[in-house]
């Protein structure tokens, strides 16, 4: 191949490459245009203090009420489940796989591990619905077939290979100087471990909790499906609650007529969402840059 030839094909992948950045942010900013431009128009009509302040939530009733109260402490409830499960299991799993499995179970555990990321999100919610809560009632008599429990926990196995992968790469980032240098002075592995490596991981150990948390606060077919769709401000994991996305998808199935104002809560609700989700991935990214920093 000719030089000539070489520098051409060399600007086409260039320009093709530039085309497909350029396209993605076209779409986020028609994505933030849309839900910036709706919201708008629905806060001309509720004010945003009865939107962030209110406990109520009933825009689809005769009686509409706007509180967004409800919608996020059944996100947070149900996203803090799923993180009390998924962050000491997902930490422990990384400790394991970076300090002390062999070679040949790492990479025969880590692939099982990512498959469970790969199983679609429905799958997820059937099997909470169906399984996981009679298998809960049967130790929890008052448990409704509804409720925050079930969806938390199998979200949590869900997002756990996230937290193990990401927080094996921070462990497995820390320069063997650290262990060696906790060796000579006479600790054993575990307290190497505990003592040395995870203090050093810390900064990454953090941004993979966020990410996750990020992502279960964002997840829609699992708490759609076992969550229910009763708004309530509780911290009872017993009972039907609805989170932020699962109200989206229920005034997206098309009952309620567009253009309403009970329609344009769900750009409301979404751009609440896409702020949250936005400073946790923040918060993620200057964490991860923190821990580079560190060993750079």
């Given at each position: 191949?000719?030089?000539?030839?070489?520098?051409?094909?060399?600007?086409?992948?260039?320009?093709?490459?530039?085309?497909?950045?350029?396209?993605?942010?076209?779409?986020?900013?028609?994505?933030?245009?849309?839900?910036?431009?709706?919201?708008?128009?629905?806060?001309?009509?509720?004010?945003?203090?009865?939107?962030?302040?209110?406990?109520?939530?009933?825009?689809?009733?005769?009686?509409?009420?706007?509180?967004?109260?409800?919608?996020?402490?059944?996100?947070?409830?149900?996203?803090?489940?799923?993180?009390?499960?998924?962050?000491?299991?997902?930490?422990?799993?990384?400790?394991?796989?970076?300090?002390?499995?062999?070679?040949?179970?790492?990479?025969?555990?880590?692939?099982?591990?990512?498959?469970?990321?790969?199983?679609?999100?429905?799958?997820?919610?059937?099997?909470?619905?169906?399984?996981?809560?009679?298998?809960?009632?049967?130790?929890?008599?008052?448990?409704?077939?509804?409720?925050?429990?079930?969806?938390?926990?199998?979200?949590?196995?869900?997002?756990?290979?996230?937290?193990?992968?990401?927080?094996?790469?921070?462990?497995?980032?820390?320069?063997?100087?650290?262990?060696?240098?906790?060796?000579?002075?006479?600790?054993?592995?575990?307290?190497?471990?505990?003592?040395?490596?995870?203090?050093?991981?810390?900064?990454?150990?953090?941004?993979?909790?966020?990410?996750?948390?990020?992502?279960?606060?964002?997840?829609?077919?699992?708490?759609?499906?076992?969550?229910?769709?009763?708004?309530?401000?509780?911290?009872?994991?017993?009972?039907?609650?609805?989170?932020?996305?699962?109200?989206?998808?229920?005034v997206s199935l098309g009952d309620t007529p567009a253009g309403t104002l009970a329609?344009?809560?769900?750009?409301?609700?979404?751009?609440?969402?896409?702020?949250?989700?936005?400073?946790?991935?923040?918060m993620s990214h200057w964490l991860r840059e923190r821990f580079r920093e560190g060993?750079?």
């Amino acid at each position: 191949m000719s030089p000539t030839r070489r520098v051409r094909i060399e600007s086409l992948i260039e320009w093709m490459l530039r085309a497909c950045a350029g396209v993605s942010v076209l779409v986020t900013v028609g994505i933030l245009s849309v839900l910036a431009v709706e919201t708008v128009r629905f806060f001309r009509d509720v004010s945003p203090f009865e939107f962030l302040g209110g406990r109520v939530w009933t825009p689809l009733f005769f009686q509409q009420s706007f509180g967004v109260l409800p919608l996020v402490a059944g996100t947070l409830l149900v996203a803090g489940i799923a993180l009390t499960v998924a962050v000491p299991a997902g930490l422990l799993t990384a400790i394991y796989l970076s300090e002390y499995a062999p070679e040949r179970v790492r990479r025969i555990v880590k692939p099982v591990l990512e498959v469970l990321a790969g199983v679609p999100t429905v799958v997820y919610g059937y099997f909470a619905l169906l399984f996981v809560t009679p298998l809960l009632q049967q130790v929890i008599p008052t448990l409704s077939g509804f409720n925050a429990l079930s969806p938390g926990l199998v979200m949590g196995i869900m997002i756990l290979p996230m937290v193990s992968s990401l927080s094996e790469d921070a462990l497995r980032g820390v320069p063997s100087g650290l262990r060696e240098a906790g060796y000579a002075l006479g600790a054993s592995k575990m307290q190497t471990t505990l003592r040395v490596v995870l203090p050093a991981a810390f900064s990454g150990i953090s941004a993979a909790g966020i990410v996750a948390a990020s992502r279960a606060i964002g997840e829609t077919m699992i708490v759609s499906i076992a969550a229910g769709q009763q708004p309530r401000l509780t911290a009872n994991p017993l009972v039907p609650v609805e989170t932020m996305t699962a109200y989206i998808v229920q005034v997206s199935l098309g009952d309620t007529p567009a253009g309403t104002l009970a329609y344009r809560t769900i750009f409301a609700v979404g751009m609440l969402l896409f702020l949250s989700t936005l400073l946790l991935n923040v918060m993620s990214h200057w964490l991860r840059e923190r821990f580079r920093e560190g060993y750079s």
